[in-house]
């Protein structure tokens, strides 16, 4: 009996700054609607899903910006979904800025099952973009000012019968982000994402954001014989416009399905998790292939180094 997990990638358009939250999660719960209809096990939600990007702006005075952060999980702003959940029978997997009793700003994702219960919670490892105001930008990306780097590692949990890791937005451009999982036994990787189409740094990649976007995480699937789920949050998002192409993607490294759209779309596939072991137990069998004692740069080292 293969073990199968239908999935839904609930690929959001745009959320704009005033919009409630009352007004999202009522968009997520028609997604989490649409997926129960399709009968879906797992809907996943894209990075930061309750509220616009809003380290696009920088706020000198932080606590001015505690209104995009969560301080539970659920709350009760988020708790329709957690109901949603255990009455649809359908687990879902979130991105949101969470704000912890201690104050530390972590960007998080959260994975609940079908009995409304956490799963899991993983933060994001890899921040991107930059931690002091940069005027010169068209907008900012100052996720390094607004969330501290996960102190707490990947992980992959058991959950639909198979192994499920998750990983959010700059994490899926990272290889060790899918080997420490692939390493861990991961099946399916979920992983929420905000790609603004244009990157300040280097405007060369700009026509590239779509392609750089499917390269990593059909690499990451194929070299570690998992299944990834990249879901978007897109659009024209106060007047900054991001990639969608939310899509689920086999441990072949095949796109299975994805989204036409910028806006609210749910994508769903059948998953078949024995599908990984084509790959985990031939090409990709790492405890037959892999040079460990080779690759010792790759834990020792931050950057490069010119010996
Ligand atoms: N966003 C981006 C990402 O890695 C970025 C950072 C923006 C990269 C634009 C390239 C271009 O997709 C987040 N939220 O990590």
Same mark, same amino acid.
């Given at each position: 009996m293969s073990r199968v997990v239908t999935v839904g990638a609930a690929q959001l358009g745009p959320i704009q700054r005033d919009h409630t939250r009352a007004e999202v999660v009522k968009r997520l719960v028609v997604l989490m609607t649409e997926a129960a209809n399709k009968s879906c096990d797992l809907v996943v939600f894209p990075e930061l899903a309750l509220t616009t990007f809003f380290p696009r702006w920088f706020e000198p005075d932080i606590t001015k910006a505690d209104h995009f952060y969560e301080t539970q999980m659920p709350s009760k702003f988020t708790q329709p979904l957690f109901d949603a959940a255990r009455s649809l029978g359908l687990a879902f997997c979130l991105g949101y800025a969470e704000l912890t009793p201690d104050r530390h700003r972590y960007n998080t994702q959260v994975l609940v099952g079908k009995n409304g219960e956490t799963i899991a919670k993983y933060r994001k490892i890899h921040v991107p973009g930059h931690e002091h105001h940069e005027p010169d930008r068209p907008f900012q990306h100052a996720e390094r000012y607004y969330f501290e780097p996960s102190p707490d590692g990947f992980g992959v949990w058991n959950a639909f019968d198979g192994r499920i890791g998750m990983m959010i937005c700059n994490d899926r451009r990272w290889p060790e982000a899918y080997r420490v999982m692939g390493l861990k036994g991961v099946e399916m990787i979920l992983c929420g994402y905000n790609t603004p189409l244009h990157y300040a740094p280097d405007p060369t990649q700009d026509r590239l954001q779509s392609f750089h976007n499917s390269l990593v995480m059909q690499s990451g699937a194929?070299?570690?014989? +998992?299944? !990834?789920?990249? !879901?978007?949050?897109?659009?024209?998002?106060?007047?900054? &416009?991001?990639?969608?192409?939310?899509?689920?993607?086999?441990?072949?490294?095949?796109?299975? &399905?994805? &989204?036409? %759209? +910028?806006?609210?779309?749910? !994508? %769903?596939?059948?998953?078949? $998790?024995?599908?990984?072991?084509?790959?985990?137990? @031939? $090409?990709?069998?790492?405890? =037959?292939? =892999? =040079?460990?004692?080779?690759?010792?740069?790759? @834990? @020792?080292? =931050?950057?490069v180094v010119i010996d």
């Open positions: 194929y070299q570690n014989g +998992t299944w !990834v789920i990249g !879901v978007a949050k897109c659009g024209l998002e106060e007047g900054v &416009a991001s990639l969608g192409e939310s899509a689920i993607i086999a441990p072949s490294g095949e796109i299975m &399905a994805q &989204a036409v %759209t +910028t806006d609210d779309e749910l !994508v %769903t596939h059948k998953c078949d $998790l024995d599908w990984c072991s084509n790959y985990k137990k @031939t $090409l990709f069998d790492f405890d =037959r292939y =892999r =040079r460990p004692e080779m690759y010792l740069p790759i @834990t @020792t080292q =931050r950057g």
